[in-house]
């Protein structure tokens, strides 16, 4: 195959043909094996034209399928007219290379196809530095494999235009091209790592200085219909696409509960389920607001025959991230289309804190308000202070953040009961070091 056609990773107006390797650990719905990946490669833009499937024990170490499967798509793929081969496995990058030899074709793995899609869904400077920095990351280790025209010789005298490459006092031993590339490439993750901290800490100030609020956010597998649920809670007007990662970039709107509750309520990337762990850590940043919520708000595909699957695998990147433990909310969304009955009733059993909702006809949605006040009602614990009058700091801050409860004089000195939330107690700590509390932090 020619290199420039290996060069070219994007999926763009291509005609695919989708290869499946069911293992016996394969997590895939039954019913369309391939379903998830026909959605990725539309969502890049891909004609898919033809798909395979196989059924192994262990992936094969040449080609990942067996050496006859290998042929059959190589014949298909030339039957069909296909520019581009996509797995949906991880491939190494030697398995690449042998594939594309016996096909003819340029091949590309579902983490491959993942960063295609951020980056052309990247509109932001932060997304699209992210994106660059994954993509990179992914390519750096396996340039060797890869690239098999960098291992020409470059700074060597007498080598043409090699020798171009190292100029004036590089001539002797040489450098190998895939070197000087790869140390280009190293450099350019340093600069986008230094850029992508300097945005992770601004990112944090904005998401710190939002903590005079409670914070929802909302997580969940792509598609699951976050930004219509956003939309429906909030009026925010978040664009709404019936495509995979139609949402990149966080979106945070204030959210009015009702009787007194008021919550920032974030709208943030969604998941896949073996996401490539180079885009979970480049794009920390904008997963920011999850890992600092008060509350995960998880919308779930309930009208998905893979739902408990894909539930299963936002689990495990909000696990990555550090959040296992943070207060989650299941809101099953679609319930106007699950036609499973069956599968509905033992998703809804799954949690014991879950809510079946409709985010586009809105059945549902005043329970899942209602539920969200009482995890605001639960991360509240009530303590009973005794303040010097004179003290108006404390006092009008207690006014501004906490939940008065009771308040009396006596004997020149006030009393307040007051609820605050975890966090707000700490800041008042912090504020009086010194404060009277007259009855121990209870809820």
């Not at 991230?321 to 099953?332: V, Y």
């Amino acid at each position: 195959m020619s290199k420039d056609r290996r060069i070219d990773l994007s999926v763009r107006q291509e005609r695919a043909l989708l290869v499946g390797v069911i293992l016996p650990e394969s997590r895939v719905d039954p019913r369309a094996p391939l379903g998830e990946l026909e959605a990725l490669a539309k969502t890049a833009g891909a004609k898919v034209v033809d798909q395979i499937i196989q059924k192994r024990q262990a992936p094969a170490p040449a080609f990942y399928v067996g050496k006859g499967k290998a042929e059959e798509i190589g014949a298909r793929a030339k039957a069909n007219n296909v520019d581009v081969i996509i797995f949906d496995n991880d491939l190494t990058p030697a398995q690449i290379r042998d594939l594309e030899e016996v096909a003819d074709c340029k091949v590309i793995d579902r983490s491959e196809l993942i960063l295609d899609i951020f980056a052309s869904r990247a509109q932001t400077r932060q997304a699209r530095l992210q994106v660059e920095l994954a993509q990179l990351e992914y390519t750096a280790p396996r340039l060797r494999g890869m690239w098999t025209h960098l291992e020409r010789v470059a700074g060597m005298g007498g080598a043409g235009q090699a020798g171009a490459v190292g100029g004036i006092g590089t001539r002797g031993p040489g450098e190998r091209q895939i070197e000087i590339d790869r140390r280009l490439v190293n450099n350019r993750i340093t600069q986008l790592k230094r850029e992508i901290r300097e945005i992770e800490q601004r990112k944090k100030r904005e998401v710190f200085s939002r903590r005079d609020w409670f914070t929802v956010s909302l997580v969940g597998y792509t598609n699951a219909g976050k930004s219509t649920l956003m939309n429906a809670l909030t009026d925010a007007g978040v664009l709404v696409e019936d495509k995979l990662f139609a949402t990149l970039e966080t979106r945070t709107r204030r959210w009015n509960l009702g009787d007194g509750f008021i919550a920032m309520l974030s709208d943030t990337v969604g998941f896949v389920r073996d996401i490539p762990h180079h885009l979970v850590a480049s794009f920390h940043a904008t997963l920011e607001e999850a890992v600092n919520a008060d509350l995960l708000l998880h919308v779930a595909d309930a009208s998905s025959p893979v739902a408990e699957q894909q539930i299963e695998a936002v689990d495990k990147v909000l696990a990555q991230l550090g959040c296992q433990d943070k207060p989650t909310l299941l809101a099953l969304n679609k319930i106007d289309k699950a036609t499973d009955e069956a599968a509905l009733h033992r998703l809804q059993h799954l949690r014991s804190n879950s809510v079946s909702v409709s985010a586009r006809s809105g059945i549902g949605v005043d329970k899942l308000v209602e539920a969200v006040k009482d995890e605001i009602r639960k991360q509240h614990r009530v303590t009973e202070l005794e303040i010097d009058p004179a003290d108006g700091e404390v006092i009008g801050w207690l006014a501004a953040h906490g939940k008065i409860m009771d308040q009396s004089h006596r004997d020149g000195k006030y009393t307040m009961k007051v609820s605050l939330t975890a966090h707000r107690y700490q800041q008042l700590q912090r504020l009086r070091p010194g404060l009277l509390e007259l009855a121990p932090l209870s809820r």
